[in-house]
């Protein structure tokens, strides 16, 4: 079982930056591809980013692709998404999801998920 608790969002200007961080729990954390998701009001939940149990691979989204970027802390059970040069676009609930795997493949289904944080990017 592994309990997930978004912290971060907030209101930022076009062109900030904001950092959200996912923390976990359970021992199973070191085993788990953690990924990303932002749903925008009317929109349907989507990818933003993931990163392998390892760390050893990253994807993204190619709407936020060099602007955010993934990382984890094995040691603080914990994944960010570093978010620079914000865009109102971007505005959206972000969600933070697990899944026990231990492949370099992102996975196709997360079996757990957070409650989400608001980000919200004023023009």
């Known amino acids: 079982q592994v309990q997930l608790v978004e912290s971060g969002g907030g209101l930022v200007q076009a062109g900030g930056s904001l950092r959200l961080s996912c923390a976990a729990s359970g021992r199973s954390f070191s085993s788990c591809a953690m990924g990303w998701f932002r749903q925008a009001p009317g929109k349907e939940r989507e990818f933003v980013s993931v990163i392998t149990w390892n760390g050893g691979t990253t994807y993204y989204a190619d709407s936020v692709e060099g602007r955010f970027t993934i990382s984890r802390d094995d040691a603080k059970n914990t994944v960010y998404l570093q978010m620079n040069s914000l865009k109102p676009e971007d505005t959206a609930v972000y969600y933070c999801?697990?899944?026990?795997?231990?492949?370099?493949?992102?996975?196709?289904?997360?079996?757990?998920w957070g409650q989400g944080t608001q980000v919200t990017v004023s023009s």
């Open positions: 999801a697990a899944e026990i795997s231990r492949s370099q493949r992102p996975p196709l289904e997360y079996d757990y």
